[in-house]
């Protein structure tokens, strides 16, 4: 069956790095979108990043761009979020997902998510 499972997260101070990744099972990457995204408590789960099936192309909410890098290594059937530059407004717990989403950051056009990581930024 279909699985996803984070790691990676933890407690990081202010302007450091953490690389999250999301190990896949039961399907072949390359044929489906991947996409981050994180709830902070009392807030809404928000699109971070995405990286397509079809020609890899990368997506970034405004927030983290230059900062989050997402990349896909297909022969570890991994997806990996590369952040740098953490802030304490990074903190949330990360969720990856998959699916065939009508737009990258749309989370109810994914299909099966993880169980998340918690990122916490505080010094």
């Known amino acids: 069956q279909v699985q996803l499972v984070e790691s990676g997260g933890g407690l990081v101070q202010p302007g450091g790095s953490l690389r999250l990744s999301c190990a896949a099972s039961?399907?072949?990457?390359?044929?489906?979108?991947i996409g981050w995204f994180r709830q902070a408590p009392g807030k809404e789960r928000e699109g971070v990043s995405c990286?397509?099936?079809?020609?890899?192309?990368?997506y970034y909410a405004d927030s983290v761009k230059g900062r989050f890098t997402i990349s896909r290594d297909n022969a570890k059937n991994t997806v990996y979020l590369q952040m740098n530059s953490l802030k304490p407004e990074d903190t949330a717990v990360y969720y990856c997902?998959?699916?065939?989403?009508?737009?990258?950051?749309?989370?109810?056009?994914?299909?099966?998510w993880g169980q998340g990581t918690q990122v916490t930024v505080s010094s």
């Open positions: 997902a998959t699916g065939r989403p009508s737009s990258w950051d749309f989370a109810a056009g994914y299909d099966y």
């Open positions: 039961g399907f072949t990457l390359d044929y489906y979108a």
């Open positions: 990286i397509s099936s079809s020609d890899g192309s990368t």
